[in-house]
Structure formats: structure tokens, C-alpha cells
């Protein structure tokens, strides 16, 4: 592999480590922050409702600056906002500041995010072609799903207990502290390779030239825009999955208060995006076709989805768990290796920011509906539902498949035939 490639996996892996850790680091104790700042439950969950409106507002508007403007200076433009967010979070707590500041700083801070998605995946991608890399993207993405799993594991942990040894306040001074390393990292080795942003025309005609290629590409791309229909209904029960089973667990476990028990959840989910990652490879050998791969994760996750609401069982239920967190992990790198084969490099960031717009707004959909379910008729029930939400997924994945895309096949690479040369040798 050529040097600069690696140069350009380690800048990504780097940029994945800090960005994942910097935000997981207050995941444990964000609630408890809220709460202590003088909030009631309701402006809690609200404000975080708000972070997630942020992202669904700005999602494509930042795709676009990336496309025009770059993407350097799209994830540097994000991180800034982030780092900024987060120290206006820390000065709200410190003054206990009305529920409309919390609502304010939480759409700045998923305005902050909507800078990093779509912008860093764009520019591995365009960076690495740049660069004479002849190795899968899968692999890639693979090793970025297990560096974000450990970023996740640690950070959730090591918040909660520097929150533990001092107040709640520390683990955000830590993650603006992060923060401003990322900025660093980023100006210093994140270069756009292999893509020009259009810096020569005026700012409304390059805005048009980006939305309307990314329509195109995105949209009006039949196998691409499948995928992305199936986004809100994967997404959307994905984060009700995740956020529920920590009340969910503890129900199963018999004491509302164990609270160590309800962390189990994050836990999970961060060795499962661990494996899951590891195995991609392995993963990659299994089938033909990348839809093969998405179409088959799609049933089981709604199989996996479904048993989550009918076992009983607290030591099943976190079998299950995991099983559905890998499976998510696997398939992951395959659909972002699937979709990234079919954009156009100028569009990239901005086709990518609307897929993670369709996922946004089908958590936006999806959370409080099955909150719902969940209330009126508890937490089995609610998972039951959301797997039959997930199933209207598969479908879109099926359709895909029928499109016969040219990144849908999975060819062997140099990578995979020397394992495979050395396992005929080894037999």
C-alpha cells in the first residue's frame, strides 16, 4: 500500500478515535448534568430532542459546504462548533440557565455534527483514490468501526468516573480539551486529495451545482436511493433500541436501581461494534454481492428486534443485544462501501449528509412513537413494534439488489488473495 494511503487511514482512524471519544465521554453522566443544571425530566429529554432536530435541520446545508467550501474545512467547522457548544453547556450549568439556552445550545451542537457526517467519510474516500490505494473500503470502514468501539467503551466509562472523582462539569472541560487536539490533527494532516472544491464560481451557483448533482446522485440514483428509503426505518429503531434498553434492562433485571447494570447497554454495543469490525473481513468472503449482505443483516435484525420483546430473560436479552449490535456493525461497512462506489466525488459529502438526514428524521418519527407504545402497553410491546418497523427495510435492500449496481459485487483484492494464498499453503 502506498505511503500516503496510509497516511490518509491513519489521519481517518485518528480522527474517528477523538471525535467518537470527545463525544462519548459525557454519555454516561449527560442526563445527570441536565438534571443537576435545574431542568425537570421533560426539558431533558427535550433538549436532547432539540440536538437531534439540529441535526435534521443542518444535515444537508453542511453537506453542501463541504462540497463548495471543502472538507477539510467542513470537519474543522465542526469540531470548532462542537468544542463551542460544549463549553456554552458548561457555562449554562454554572449559571442554571432557562430551558430556551439548553434548547439553543443542543441545535448548535447537532449543528456541530452535521459538519463531521458525510464531509470525513467523503474525504477518506476521494483521499484514498488520490492516493493509489487497492484495497477494499470495507476494510477500512471495518477497522474505523473498531476504533470507534473502543473510543466508545472508554469514553463512556472513563466520563463517569472522572465525574465520579470530581463533578459533573470536568468531563466536559475533558471533551473540549479533545476537542481542540481533533482541530489540531485535522489542520494539520487532513488535506483535500483527489477533490477541488468549486471556489471559482459564485456561492449561489455552486450551491445550485452540488444540490442538484447530489439529486442526482442521490435521489435519482435507483440503487442509492433505495438504500436511503430504508434509512429512516433501520435508523429510527435503532436509536429507540438503544436508548430504551437501559430502563428496559433494569426492568428485566428486577431493580430499578442498578444503575451498573442499565451501563451494560453502551457496553455491549461497543464490543459488539468491536467484533463486529474485526469481522468484516471474514464477512466479505461470505457472499457475493454487498445487498446479499444487507438484505440478510435486515432479517435478522428484525428477528433479533422482535425476541428482544418476547424473552423473559435478562441474561437472553443481553445475548440478544449483542447479537443485534454486531450484526448492525458488519453490515455498516458494506453499505457505506455499496453507496460510496455509486457518488459522484463532487456530490459526495452532500449525497452522504442526506442519507444521514433520512436516518435523523426517522429517529425524529420513530422515538417518540414507540415511547409511546412503550407507556401505554410496556416495553415488549414496543420492541415487537419496532421490529415490524424495521421490516418495511428490507424491501428497499431487495430493490437494490435488483438494480444490478456496479458496487454491489465483491471482487477479491490483493489483500484477500494473499490471505487467501496463505491459507492453502498453511493446509
Given at each position: 500500500m502506498?505511503?500516503?494511503?496510509?497516511?490518509?487511514?491513519?489521519?481517518?482512524?485518528?480522527?474517528?478515535?477523538?471525535?467518537?471519544?470527545?463525544?462519548?465521554?459525557?454519555?454516561?453522566?449527560?442526563?445527570l448534568f441536565l438534571l443537576d443544571a435545574g431542568l425537570s425530566n421533560t426539558e431533558a429529554f427535550a433538549a436532547n430532542a432539540f440536538f437531534t432536530v439540529g441535526q435534521v435541520i443542518f444535515e444537508v446545508p453542511t453537506g453542501v459546504v463541504a462540497d463548495t467550501r471543502g472538507r477539510r474545512f467542513s470537519f474543522m467547522l465542526g469540531a470548532g462548533t462542537f468544542l463551542l457548544s460544549t463549553l456554552l453547556y458548561l457555562l449554562m450549568w454554572n449559571v442554571n440557565a432557562p430551558f430556551l439556552g439548553w434548547a439553543l445550545a443542543s441545535i448548535l451542537l447537532g449543528l456541530g455534527f452535521t459538519f463531521f457526517s458525510g464531509a470525513t467519510e467523503a474525504w477518506l474516500v476521494d483521499a484514498l483514490k488520490a492516493t493509489g490505494f487497492t484495497g477494499n473500503l470495507e476494510?477500512?470502514?471495518?477497522?474505523?468501526?473498531?476504533?470507534?468501539?473502543?473510543?466508545?467503551l472508554t469514553g463512556s466509562v472513563l466520563g463517569g468516573v472522572v465525574a465520579q472523582l470530581t463533578d459533573l462539569g470536568v468531563p466536559?472541560?475533558?471533551?473540549?480539551?479533545?476537542?481542540?487536539?481533533?482541530?489540531?490533527?485535522?489542520?494539520?494532516?487532513m488535506h483535500d486529495l483527489g477533490f477541488t472544491p468549486e471556489r471559482g464560481v459564485s456561492p449561489t451557483t455552486a450551491v445550485r451545482n452540488v444540490v442538484n448533482g447530489a439529486v442526482d446522485g442521490g435521489l435519482r440514483?435507483?440503487?442509492?436511493?433505495?438504500?436511503?428509503?430504508?434509512?429512516?426505518?433501520?435508523?429510527?429503531?435503532?436509536?429507540?433500541?438503544?436508548?430504551?434498553?437501559?430502563?428496559?434492562?433494569l426492568e428485566l433485571w428486577g431493580d430499578p436501581n442498578a444503575y451498573s447494570i442499565a451501563g451494560l447497554?453502551?457496553?455491549?454495543?461497543?464490543?459488539?461494534?468491536?467484533?463486529?469490525?474485526?469481522?468484516?473481513?471474514?464477512?466479505?468472503?461470505?457472499?457475493?454481492?454487498?445487498?446479499?449482505?444487507?438484505?440478510?443483516?435486515?432479517?435478522?435484525?428484525?428477528?433479533?428486534?422482535?425476541?428482544?420483546?418476547?424473552?423473559?430473560?435478562?441474561w437472553l436479552a443481553i445475548i440478544?443485544?449483542?447479537?443485534?449490535?454486531?450484526?448492525?456493525?458488519?453490515?455498516?461497512?458494506?453499505?457505506?462501501?455499496?453507496?460510496n462506489g455509486l457518488i459522484p466525488s463532487e456530490q459526495r459529502a452532500t449525497v452522504l449528509s442526506f442519507d444521514s438526514l433520512m436516518g435523523s428524521a426517522g429517529g425524529v418519527l420513530a422515538q417518540p412513537a414507540l415511547g409511546r407504545t412503550a407507556d401505554l402497553f410496556g416495553y415488549p410491546a414496543s420492541y415487537v413494534a419496532a421490529a415490524a418497523i424495521q421490516a418495511v427495510a428490507v424491501p428497499f435492500a431487495v430493490l437494490a439488489r435488483r438494480e444490478n449496481a456496479s458496487s454491489d459485487p465483491i471482487t477479491p483484492d490483493a489483500a484477500d488473495e494473499e490471505e487467501a494464498a496463505a491459507e492453502e499453503l498453511s493446509a
Amino acid at each position: 500500500m502506498p505511503t500516503e494511503a496510509r497516511t490518509v487511514q491513519r489521519t481517518y482512524l485518528a480522527l474517528t478515535l477523538l471525535t467518537t471519544l470527545a463525544a462519548s465521554f459525557i454519555w454516561g453522566i449527560n442526563t445527570l448534568f441536565l438534571l443537576d443544571a435545574g431542568l425537570s425530566n421533560t426539558e431533558a429529554f427535550a433538549a436532547n430532542a432539540f440536538f437531534t432536530v439540529g441535526q435534521v435541520i443542518f444535515e444537508v446545508p453542511t453537506g453542501v459546504v463541504a462540497d463548495t467550501r471543502g472538507r477539510r474545512f467542513s470537519f474543522m467547522l465542526g469540531a470548532g462548533t462542537f468544542l463551542l457548544s460544549t463549553l456554552l453547556y458548561l457555562l449554562m450549568w454554572n449559571v442554571n440557565a432557562p430551558f430556551l439556552g439548553w434548547a439553543l445550545a443542543s441545535i448548535l451542537l447537532g449543528l456541530g455534527f452535521t459538519f463531521f457526517s458525510g464531509a470525513t467519510e467523503a474525504w477518506l474516500v476521494d483521499a484514498l483514490k488520490a492516493t493509489g490505494f487497492t484495497g477494499n473500503l470495507e476494510s477500512v470502514f471495518g477497522r474505523a468501526q473498531v476504533v470507534g468501539g473502543v473510543a466508545m467503551l472508554t469514553g463512556s466509562v472513563l466520563g463517569g468516573v472522572v465525574a465520579q472523582l470530581t463533578d459533573l462539569g470536568v468531563p466536559y472541560i475533558v471533551r473540549a480539551a479533545m476537542l481542540g487536539v481533533t482541530l489540531g490533527i485535522a489542520w494539520w494532516f487532513m488535506h483535500d486529495l483527489g477533490f477541488t472544491p468549486e471556489r471559482g464560481v459564485s456561492p449561489t451557483t455552486a450551491v445550485r451545482n452540488v444540490v442538484n448533482g447530489a439529486v442526482d446522485g442521490g435521489l435519482r440514483n435507483p440503487p442509492v436511493r433505495w438504500l436511503m428509503l430504508a434509512a429512516p426505518f433501520t435508523v429510527g429503531v435503532g436509536f429507540y433500541a438503544f436508548y430504551a434498553l437501559q430502563p428496559y434492562l433494569l426492568e428485566l433485571w428486577g431493580d430499578p436501581n442498578a444503575y451498573s447494570i442499565a451501563g451494560l447497554a453502551a457496553a455491549i454495543i461497543a464490543g459488539a461494534q468491536i467484533l463486529g469490525g474485526l469481522l468484516v473481513p471474514v464477512a466479505r468472503r461470505l457472499f457475493t454481492r454487498r445487498t446479499h449482505a444487507l438484505i440478510l443483516g435486515g432479517v435478522l435484525n428484525v428477528i433479533l428486534v422482535a425476541l428482544l420483546g418476547w424473552v423473559p430473560s435478562f441474561w437472553l436479552a443481553i445475548i440478544l443485544l449483542a447479537s443485534w449490535a454486531m450484526v448492525f456493525a458488519i453490515e455498516a461497512p458494506m453499505r457505506q462501501a455499496f453507496i460510496n462506489g455509486l457518488i459522484p466525488s463532487e456530490q459526495r459529502a452532500t449525497v452522504l449528509s442526506f442519507d444521514s438526514l433520512m436516518g435523523s428524521a426517522g429517529g425524529v418519527l420513530a422515538q417518540p412513537a414507540l415511547g409511546r407504545t412503550a407507556d401505554l402497553f410496556g416495553y415488549p410491546a414496543s420492541y415487537v413494534a419496532a421490529a415490524a418497523i424495521q421490516a418495511v427495510a428490507v424491501p428497499f435492500a431487495v430493490l437494490a439488489r435488483r438494480e444490478n449496481a456496479s458496487s454491489d459485487p465483491i471482487t477479491p483484492d490483493a489483500a484477500d488473495e494473499e490471505e487467501a494464498a496463505a491459507e492453502e499453503l498453511s493446509a
